[in-house]
């Protein structure tokens, strides 16, 4: 079964400074890589997303992933966060193997301080 | 504007009450999604669906239910509530190569 790995489950940063977050996935086949986000109080919405081609991906608000298919990741980079940012960040894999749905990492909370 | 509605937002309810959780979507999607999230941790598949009559068990063994008799609706049936089932309900639906969710909801059971 495939996995997905988030290895910060908070981060605290403050205005200005570059993300990454890191997100590994377990599957060795083709797959699609998401990052979705959930603002306080909101839907989850679609940050950006992967299938195939470039593996540097951009997405909304000047987020970008990077797919290295090597080391099986998908991190999510900003490089200057603003206090709006503050939200739950989750990379998602979708499933292979003629099943349907996506596979979610635990998260990661974000906070950033003004 | 096309969406995706879930209702109730917030439920709390005795142990033993059937309760029916409503997802409805104007987007025209075939397939639609049942995830279950508690707090702090990831979603988990519980139910999807390809169409209307069509609905498979996700990875997350569940005692719910689902039906799905008009493309819209994907409703989501407890028929005997535990306080085990205390979650927050996501109901998604796909395009051709992204989900859009709804706003979830909260349930709780005393």
């Known amino acids: 079964a495939q996995s997905v790995s988030q290895h910060n489950h908070h981060v605290i940063l403050s205005e200005a400074a570059s993300l990454e977050l890191g997100c590994n996935y377990s599957y060795g086949g083709t797959v699609n890589l998401f990052w979705y986000v959930q603002y306080p109080g909101q839907h989850l919405q679609l940050l950006l997303k992967?299938?195939?081609?470039?593996?540097l991906v951009k997405g909304i608000k000047g987020f970008e992933a990077e797919f290295i298919k090597s080391k099986f990741s998908f991190n999510l980079r900003k490089p200057s966060v603003q206090w709006s940012d503050t939200a739950e960040y989750f990379c998602?894999?979708?499933?292979?193997?003629?099943?349907?749905?996506?596979?979610f990492g635990k998260g990661t909370h974000l906070i950033i301080q003004p | 504007e096309a969406d995706i509605y879930q209702t109730p937002r917030y439920l709390v309810i005795g142990t033993g009450k059937k309760i029916t959780l409503e997802c409805s979507q104007t987007m025209g999607h075939d397939k639609m999604y049942w995830y279950q999230q508690d707090p702090g941790m990831e979603l988990h598949l519980i139910h999807y669906?390809?169409?209307?009559?069509?609905?498979e068990k996700g990875d997350l063994s569940s005692e719910s239910t689902v039906s799905r008799i008009r493309t819209e609706h994907f409703p989501l049936t407890l028929e005997s509530a535990r306080p085990s089932h205390t979650s927050q309900y996501l109901c998604a639906s796909r395009g051709s190569n992204e989900q859009f969710f709804g706003p979830g909801t909260r349930l709780t059971v005393l």
């Open positions: 669906s390809y169409g209307v009559n069509s609905t």
């Open positions: 998602a894999v979708k499933r292979g193997g003629g099943a349907d749905g996506l596979t």
């Open positions: 992967y299938f195939s081609g470039d593996p």
